[in-house]
């Protein structure tokens, strides 16, 4: 098993086997304990360097996860991979970058998703409840930052995982993936209030460009998509 968590533009990778190969920029460690774990993972977060740790633990892969995500406060998000008729895709440029449609899971989901259930439970028996919270704001949030008002989720995609401080305390975003199918007869609309500025439909041809001024961790993911395509 593999967990990739990213860091700016490091990755962390957790795995439950030993490598089999090293990288030239990547350090190998075996998990020994929380106690180290941190100091390890907190001194490689400080260099800020591009490159790579990667953990591993063939005994006790659980404990190791367990032990990484409660070294910082956990937040959950979701978003959207909005595809249109032509098979171009959504983006949206914010902070200097472009970016996908997303955001952070609110309360307002949670209870918007506990009436759903209770309104029509047998439609919603196969589909586990936090994956309904987590589609009603994926779904929410595109439209949101997009001004789209029509979207369906056609499938699931990737989790992804990324580290980021606000000041001294450190977080880590689990961003639920979508992919999802919208039309270039509606308008796009940036949501302004929240740094957006553009919103635009990328050719898949075009996407060179993107991926020089994007995030690493939504790389795979796009790769990922298209790859299923």
């Known amino acids: 098993m593999k967990i990739e968590i990213y860091c700016n533009d490091s990755l962390i990778i957790l795995l439950s086997n030993r490598p089999l190969t090293k990288k030239e920029s990547e350090t190998q460690l075996e998990y020994s304990g929380k106690k180290a774990l941190r100091e390890f993972v907190f001194d490689f977060e400080k260099k800020g360097n591009k490159s790579i740790l990667s953990i591993w633990s063939e005994d006790d892969f ?41 955001g952070k899971i609110s309360g307002k989901d949670r209870r918007k998703a506990e009436k759903n259930r209770s309104a029509k439970p047998e439609k919603l028996l196969a589909i586990d409840f936090e994956e309904q919270i987590a589609r009603i704001a994926a779904i929410r949030e595109v439209k949101e930052e997009t001004g789209l008002k029509n979207i369906k989720i056609s499938s699931e995609l990737p989790i992804t995982y990324h580290i980021y401080f606000n000041g001294d305390r450190g977080f880590i975003k689990q961003t639920r993936w979508y992919r999802m199918e919208s039309t270039t007869e509606e308008s796009l609309k940036p949501q302004i209030s ?3 500025i553009i919103v635009r439909w990328i050719p898949k041809n075009s996407l060179a460009c993107i991926f020089a001024h994007t995030y690493e961790s939504l790389k795979p993911l796009i790769k990922s998509v298209l790859g299923n395509t």
């Open 62 to 102: 659980d404990r190791l996860v367990k032990a990484f995500f409660s070294l910082h406060q956990r937040v959950e998000a979701a978003g959207g991979v909005v595809f249109n008729e032509h098979e171009e895709l959504l983006f949206i440029h914010r902070n200097g970058k472009w970016d996908l449609p997303k």
């Open 194 to 196: 929240e740094g957006i």
